[in-house]
């Protein structure tokens, strides 16, 4: 059964760069079965999927997010992270990370507990 | 991008009430539209995939219909465990999308 659990820091000063990890237990990141991805929280807000990253570390990415987003695999740690640019007070969320199923049309299942961001000016 | 948009917004209902929500897809997604159960401060949780099917575990007093662009979840009988927010998720086509999601509360 995969388990996963965000980590990093708390609190981002504005136009900084956030950094987030996900470790994974019970499955391998550098597995083929599935996609790894991202999806934030905005406090009060719904969801919004931030991207997905597959074992070859081929990414696809909100375009809602302006190319602000780096995603990758670490296989020897087996943990995957997420890098967000230029961050505004609209980037405070809970980040959640989650594994993807069944393909492009697939489904995210499990998901970690989140983490929460808050960027502050 | 597709829009979802989630009915109600939030709903009042007491145990043992039947609980019916919807989602509607601004263009059709066939039946790539999957539920999620999210409490506050746990890990959201996949009810359906597929439009409807169960995901394992999940108990059988939910379901999911519909395809196209209009959907259901239906509780056939609420339970105190099931108050919680329910989202739905389009996976037709990137970016994924989320429905704004329903809060079910106690009546």
């Known amino acids: 059964q995969v388990q996963l659990q965000e980590s990093g820091p708390g609190l981002v000063k504005a136009s900084e760069t956030l950094s987030l990890t996900c470790t994974v237990s019970?499955?391998?990141?550098?597995?083929?079965?599935?996609?790894w991805s991202w999806i934030r929280q905005p406090p009060g807000k719904g969801l919004e999927w931030i991207g997905y990253i597959n074992y070859s570390g081929s990414t696809n990415d909100n375009p809602s997010l302006k190319s602000r987003v780096t995603m990758s695999l670490d296989t020897s740690r087996n943990h995957l992270s997420l890098r967000l640019g230029s961050v505004t007070a609209a980037d405070t969320a809970v980040y959640y990370c989650?594994?993807?199923?069944?393909?492009?049309?697939?489904?995210?299942?499990?998901w970690g507990q989140g983490t929460l961001v808050t960027v502050s000016s | 991008d597709i829009q979802m948009t989630q009915s109600p917004s939030s709903l009042s209902a007491s145990v043992g009430d039947r609980v019916t929500i919807t989602c509607r897809a601004s263009q059709s997604i066939s039946n790539y539209l999957n539920w999620y159960q999210h409490k506050p401060g746990k890990a959201p949780k996949l009810l359906v995939y597929g439009a409807s099917s169960l995901q394992s575990g999940v108990p059988s007093r939910f379901s999911g219909s519909g395809s196209g662009t209009d959907f259901t979840l239906t509780i056939s009988s609420l339970q105190p465990e099931d108050f919680a927010t329910y989202y739905c998720q389009q996976s037709s086509s990137t970016p994924l999308t989320f429905g704004g999601g329903t809060r079910v509360e106690i009546k």
């Open positions: 019970g499955g391998s990141v550098g597995s083929g079965s599935y996609f």
């Open positions: 989650a594994t993807y199923h069944g393909g492009r049309r697939g489904w995210f299942d499990p």
